[in-house]
């Protein structure tokens, strides 16, 4: 159960950037997770929830895409996305395959608003 | 609204002291491995047989963390090699700046291999970077077979796995060829010893991948300086 470091250091990081846009707040940070990253998103989303409440982060949204495992074929170059752990390429059956993502912990976006607007506008736009 | 890209890791922080730990094992030729495995698998027990091995002389640490106690360093500095034990109070995995603090007063030049025994956990510490050379996974006959396919992670970052306990296969009903399968599934190619602390059956062959692995860091390390 490290989710709770991790949904810490997202909103270290969300807390970090602010300081570049003083005149607006943070509406919804967006971070990818691979399938092979041992990171829970429920679990993630729940801790984050936990920490923001009653904070001046009280109403950030937690935008999570799940990234599948994917391999390359070293022999026909074919990318592909790994299902039940078979990692063989589906276009010529190799299995001399190398994992080119999956394993992202990694921030992708963040959505700034300037204060004065409606918050639920910005949210309605995504 | 303005959507900003926020390229970066989510443990960047971690990440950058591993980052920096591994430059510093690179310069003073240490190989470090960081050990992982669900708790009471036989971490201990393997760095156990394998500081007892090793020659008095040999320049090898551990650092080995646990919530609480000092019991498994207290093991493990019988056998005279510096040890140092982490206690995380509570975290479930070690992360790199545990590392870098544990690090501070010991001399990174009068070491050639450094031991992680991490916290016994198979999801948590796979997440973080320590700057080891290299992941070992430690999977034990008492498991389940399928673990590999339940905690792909781990399995999927890890350079080896030890299959431990192996004294114990004619009473418990662990398929160890489908274990390594499983494991090669989740890691094509995957290496893997199958190691008994008690009898030191298979102990050769873990003790030869590590000699081989301290071989290959140090035509690294060579060529780097």
């Avoid at chain 2, 796979?126 to 992941?135: H, M, N, R």
Wanted: proline residues 4%.
């Amino acid at each position: 159960m490290h989710e709770m470091g991790i949904a810490n250091s997202v909103l270290d990081a969300v807390r970090t950037e602010m300081r570049r846009y003083p005149e607006s707040y943070p509406c919804k940070v967006g971070v990818r997770i691979g399938e092979m990253a041992a990171i829970d998103p429920e679990a993630l989303r729940f801790c984050f929830e936990a920490m923001i409440q009653e904070t001046d982060l009280a109403s950030l949204e937690l935008a999570i895409e799940v990234c599948p495992r994917r391999h390359r074929c070293l022999v026909c170059e074919h990318d592909f996305i790994v299902q039940d752990y078979d990692s063989s390429c589906p276009q010529c059956t190799s299995l001399a395959t190398t994992c080119i993502s999956g394993d992202e912990l990694e921030f992708a976006y963040l959505e700034v608003e300037q204060y004065g607007t409606s918050a639920v506008g910005a949210k309605s736009t995504q | 609204m303005e959507r900003v890209p926020l390229e970066r890791k989510v443990l960047s922080e971690n990440d950058r002291i591993a980052a920096e730990l591994r430059g510093r094992f690179l310069e003073h030729g240490v190989l470090c491995l960081n050990l992982i495995s669900s708790p009471g698998s036989g971490k201990t027990s393997l760095l156990e047989r394998t500081l007892e091995t090793l020659p008095r002389h040999d320049r090898v640490a551990v650092l080995t963390g646990d919530i609480q106690t000092e019991n498994d360093a207290d093991r493990l500095k019988r056998f005279h090699f510096p040890v140092k034990q982490i206690t995380t109070g509570g975290t479930c995995h070690l992360d790199a700046r545990m590392i870098e603090r544990h690090l501070a007063d010991w001399k990174l030049e009068d070491l050639d291999l450094l031991f992680i025994e991490n916290v016994g956990n198979l999801v948590c510490p796979s997440s973080y970077d320590l700057g080891e050379a290299a992941k070992v996974v430690v999977l034990s006959v008492t498991e389940g077979e399928d673990k590999p396919l339940k905690y792909p992670s781990i399995f999927f970052k890890s350079d080896l796995l030890v299959l431990s306990k192996i004294d114990l296969l004619p009473y418990v009903p662990f398929d160890i060829e489908a274990a390594a399968e499983n494991a090669r599934k989740v890691h094509p190619g995957m290496e893997i010893v199958k190691v008994s602390c008690l009898t030191g059956n298979g102990m050769h062959e873990w003790m030869m991948w590590l000699e081989q692995r301290r071989r290959a860091h140090k035509s690294l390390v060579e060529t780097a300086s």
